[in-house]
């Protein structure tokens, strides 16, 4: 059974930091790419931030772009996400997502494997 736990939401202030953390089990992701989504109450899934399989390439939404970081550890089979200089809008609940495809990383539909979520707040 394929499973993506996330990690590592919180409660933080504007300006804060946090890093999520994604646990792949059930199977290799390593070859595979992986991303990280967000929805907050009332809007739609949004993309966030993808790593291709070696984390040669990355990836993210240009609200996030210098504040944000993903990597990956494809020996334990790990996805992380630092997020730097947190803002109010920032608040959602972020996903891991697994197995994208590299030429439409953006898209959810995209990726077959999905965590259950973690929620980020962050207090202005």
């Known amino acids: 059974q394929v499973q993506l736990v996330e990690s590592g939401g919180g409660l933080v202030q504007a300006g804060g930091s946090l890093r999520l953390s994604c646990a792949a089990s059930?199977?290799?992701?390593?070859?595979?790419?992986m991303g990280w989504f967000r929805q907050a109450p009332g809007k739609e899934r949004e993309f966030v931030a993808a790593?291709?399989?070696?984390?040669?390439?990355?990836y993210y939404a240009d609200s996030v772009k210098g504040r944000f970081t993903i990597s990956r550890d494809n020996a334990k089979n790990m996805v992380y996400l630092q997020m730097n200089n947190l803002k109010p809008e920032d608040t959602a609940v972020y996903y891991c997502?697994?197995?994208?495809?590299?030429?439409?990383?953006?898209?959810?539909?995209?990726?077959?494997?999905w965590g259950q979520g973690t929620q980020v707040t962050v207090s202005s």
């Open positions: 997502a697994g197995e994208g495809t590299l030429s439409l990383v953006r898209l959810p539909s995209k990726y077959n494997y």
């Open positions: 059930g199977r290799t992701f390593s070859s595979y790419v």
């Open positions: 790593i291709s399989w070696g984390g040669a390439s990355t």
